[in-house]
């Protein structure tokens, strides 16, 4: 094996991460793709070709409405992607920072009142309160000011709201070892400002384990987009997307069109099996203590 790849499996933790990273950079590059290498319209119908069995023009077939199930798959690897990744980003904007305050201001009210907040809402699983939000706010577009959002940046918003709790919990956690360290208590003997300690010391001291929660994060945002679309409170049609894939497929779960719940079945599980991989890699190769440091022939 070449040595240059050897040494990357490796650092991943071994052939699970490579794995896990290959999977991840393939939808990934599949995502970003998708009008040049989607072989059809996903939207585009074609009544005379509808529950098309795979053959050499349609790889997965077509669905009711004689649509390429191919594209509509690749096309929802970006609804998917667009959804676990940005509400990352939104859940470690918001719970860092809640954390990071909760931890340096330790034992006051300003902790107390952040973590009863936190604690509160983690109570309830996260799918439950996306279905219950949704269903209670509607679906469709969200109109602010002059701008129209189409209903996955709600439920992305809504999702990256409630990854705070989690993630302000994993920075409070590690914040707060750090806060005491003697490197901060230097630092406020020096005069630095509260916000320059929290951000420019405390935070890089925090960012493994967040980089690991983040990346498994992404997967289960992605089985909570698939599942909130599934029940028609996600993403609406036409726009392409696992779950509504996976919802329009219920009525021929039993008349022999198996493809129509087996390829996007297949995408999520393969998804979320991929971030899995890739965030236990991260873990091992993030926390030396966690390593098992085999040798790859």
Same mark, same amino acid.
């Given at each position: 094996?070449? %040595? ?15 794995? /896990? ?15 040049? =290498? ?16 795979? @053959? ?12 390429? *199930? ?29 954390? #990071? ?12 009142? *952040? ?8 109570? *309830?699983?996260?799918? *439950?309160?996306? =279905? ?5 706010? /509607?679906? /469709?577009?969200? #109109?602010?000011?002059?701008? %129209? ?11 990256? &709201? ?25 630092? %406020? ?9 929290? &951000? ?19 997967? =289960? ?53 991929? &971030?899995? #991989?890739?965030?236990?890699?991260? %873990? @091992? ?13």
């Amino acid at each position: 094996m070449n %040595r240059g790849i050897r040494r990357l499996v490796v650092r991943l933790g071994g052939w699970s991460g490579a794995v /896990g990273a290959s999977i991840v950079l393939a939808i990934a590059l599949a995502a970003l793709l998708a009008p040049w =290498i989607a072989p059809y319209d996903p939207v585009s119908l074609n009544l005379e070709r509808k529950l098309q069995a795979p @053959d050499a023009a349609h790889w997965f077939g077509t669905d009711q409405a004689g649509r390429d *199930i191919l594209s509509r798959a690749i096309w929802g690897a970006r609804v998917s992607l667009m959804v676990g990744v940005l509400a990352v980003v939104i859940g470690l904007v918001g719970g860092v920072g809640l954390g #990071l305050v909760a931890a340096y201001y330790s034992g006051g009210l300003v902790e107390q009142a *952040i973590m009863r907040t936190v604690d509160a809402i983690a109570s *309830i699983p996260l799918l *439950i309160w996306a =279905i219950a939000v949704v269903g209670i706010i /509607g679906v /469709g577009p969200v #109109l602010i000011g002059p701008f %129209r959002f189409a209903n996955e940046f709600k439920l992305l918003v809504l999702i990256g &709201f409630l990854y705070m709790p989690g993630l302000a919990r994993v920075t409070y956690t590690v914040a707060q070892i750090e806060a005491v360290a003697d490197y901060v208590r230097a630092r %406020r003997v020096q005069g630095a400002r509260d916000l320059a300690i929290m &951000f420019g010391d405390v935070l890089p001291n925090c960012l493994s384990p967040l980089i690991v929660q983040g990346t498994l994060l992404v997967a =289960i945002g992605i089985v909570v987009e698939a599942s909130v679309s599934f029940v028609g409170l996600g993403v609406q049609p036409p726009t392409p997307s696992w779950g509504t894939m996976l919802a329009d497929s219920r009525n021929y779960l039993f008349s022999g069109e198996w493809w129509l719940p087996v390829f996007p079945g297949l995408a999520i599980s393969v998804t979320v099996v991929g &971030f899995n #991989l890739l965030g236990d890699a991260l %873990r @091992d190769m993030l926390d030396p203590r966690r390593s098992t440091g085999r040798l790859i022939a």
